[in-house]
């Protein structure tokens, strides 16, 4: 999968991308990313890429030309049609249903805006879908970016190990994961829970899936509707 990202601080999501799973993933050539430097399309004599927003009021809008010439560029080295997704809280908030089916896609282009916003005028003509990750404002696209390559990638068969891959069944069921421990069995005055040492895997996974639908209840209640449960657990915990 090839991800192209076009941002006017290519360095800042190059250095997001390239360590720890991800950074491991572009090595192994199971996923690339080439961050694009919008700036480097401009046909202004200065450089220029954004200007005052007609109407008046306050910042700056990126303008249409240097971002469509960085497009075209970018959509002549995809072999299949490739969607363009624009980074902004004003679209449907991101969510794992969405990072699974994107990670279908042989290639997927980012446009990360900058100031006050992009010349409405490109959006039209280049963007076939509008994601925010949640309801606060950034100062720019390019985290935005990030955070929707890296939910992507791990999606992406192969990237991450059998051992790694483990935590993205329980919210797909609808509900958080339950509370892990580890060495040592007791830590500042508190012991683990007795049942995770007791070798009875039945049990084990059924207080699991209790403290699961408990924490999903007291942590994210909203999740709980959609959540698959049986009537017994819905009764009894949810
Ligand atoms: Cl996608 N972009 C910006 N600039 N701010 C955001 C956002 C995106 N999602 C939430 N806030």
Redesign the pocket.
Known sequence: MKFYILTLFPEMVEQGLTTSIIGRAVANGLLSVEAVNIRDYTTDRHKKVDDYPYGGGAGMVMQAQPIYDAWCAVKKKCNSPARTI????Q?P??HQAMAKELAEEENLILL???YEGVDERVLEEIVTDY???????????E???M??CDAISRMVPGVLTNEESGTTESLEGGLLEYPQYSRPEEWNGKKVPEILLSGDHAKVDAWRRKQSILRTAERRPDLLDQAVLTEEERKEWA
Request: glycine share 16%; hydrophobic share 50%.
């Open positions: 624009y980074l902004t809280p679209a908030v991101f990360c805006g900058h994601v925010s990750i949640g309801d606060y404002v950034l100062t720019g696209g985290l935005a970016a955070v929707v």
